[in-house]
């Protein structure tokens, strides 16, 4: 039976792609680093620089005034995927600080936020005259446990916002709200000229009456 001089082997190559190899691969190897922390370790913290927390701070939200937020961060052992910074004030609202939605990254040290930008773009939920503590948390959320390692949430900044009232001229109807019209009839010259008249005349009178008794 002919064999086409191969003997069935396809040229002498023992059906191995003729190279007279094992066709082989070597598998790839991969490494991953795993995050060891102790279980003594301190739970990360935030301490504010700017402003400092021992005062409240007032804010007028208006245009071009910016409020810059700063902070530094210690005992961090497993770096934030990024930070969320919120404003969380008296009337009960949330409000995202910062110009990302109150998004920054993880290893961030300040913000800076513009409250009139924010109050433009969102009129339905204006900035309250309030105020409001700062909330700052890693990608667990505020609400996540201490934990060795891992940032902790921390709202310990306190701050006030107040809009001032839009300028109205005298001429178009302007009025003070917390004068009191008797005390500025009071204190007219006027009307202390004419409380010191009586006042001489009746002492006047009564030490013309006793001079006029000791007769």
Same mark, same amino acid.
């Given at each position: 039976?002919?064999?086409?001089?191969?003997?069935?082997?396809?040229?002498?190559?023992?059906?191995?792609?003729?190279?007279?190899?094992?066709?082989?691969?070597?598998?790839?190897?991969?490494?991953?680093?795993?995050?060891?922390?102790?279980?003594?370790?301190?739970?990360?913290?935030?301490?504010?620089?700017?402003?400092?927390?021992?005062?409240?701070?007032?804010?007028?939200?208006?245009?071009?005034?910016?409020?810059?937020? =700063? !902070?530094?961060?210690?005992?961090?052992?497993?770096?934030?995927?990024?930070? %969320?910074?919120? &404003? @969380?004030? $008296?009337?009960?609202?949330?409000?995202?600080?910062?110009?990302?939605?109150?998004?920054?990254?993880?290893?961030?040290?300040?913000?800076?936020?513009?409250?009139?930008?924010?109050?433009?773009?969102?009129?339905?939920?204006?900035?309250?005259?309030?105020?409001?503590?700062?909330?700052?948390?890693?990608?667990?959320?505020?609400?996540?446990?201490?934990?060795?390692?891992?940032?902790?949430?921390?709202?310990?900044?306190?701050?006030?916002?107040?809009?001032?009232?839009?300028?109205?001229?005298?001429?178009? =109807? !302007?009025?003070?709200?917390?004068?009191?019209?008797?005390?500025?009839?009071? %204190?007219?010259? &006027? @009307?202390? $000229?004419?409380?010191?008249?009586?006042?001489?005349?009746?002492?006047?009178?009564?030490?013309?009456?006793?001079?006029?008794?000791?007769?």
């Amino acid at each position: 039976m002919a064999d086409n001089g191969n003997g069935n082997n396809n040229g002498g190559n023992n059906n191995n792609n003729g190279n007279g190899n094992a066709n082989t691969s070597t598998p790839a190897s991969s490494t991953t680093t795993r995050l060891i922390i102790p279980a003594s370790a301190p739970a990360g913290e935030i301490v504010f620089t700017k402003p400092l927390p021992t005062v409240t701070s007032y804010y007028k939200v208006a245009q071009g005034n910016l409020i810059t937020f =700063g !902070w530094n961060m210690s005992y961090i052992l497993a770096t934030p995927t990024h930070l %969320t910074v919120s &404003a @969380a004030c $008296s009337g009960g609202n949330t409000y995202p600080v910062g110009p990302t939605d109150g998004i920054i990254a993880g290893t961030a040290t300040q913000v800076v936020w513009d409250p009139y930008s924010y109050q433009m773009s969102n009129p339905n939920t204006p900035l309250p005259q309030a105020v409001c503590n700062l909330m700052i948390c890693d990608e667990r959320g505020f609400g996540a446990v201490r934990r060795a390692g891992y940032l902790a949430p921390n709202n310990a900044l306190q701050f006030a916002l107040y809009t001032p009232q839009a300028y109205t001229p005298l001429a178009s =109807g !302007w009025k003070c709200t917390i004068c009191n019209g008797a005390m500025s009839t009071a %204190t007219h010259p &006027a @009307a202390i $000229s004419l409380l010191v008249t009586i006042l001489i005349c009746l002492l006047s009178g009564f030490h013309l009456l006793r001079t006029t008794n000791n007769r």
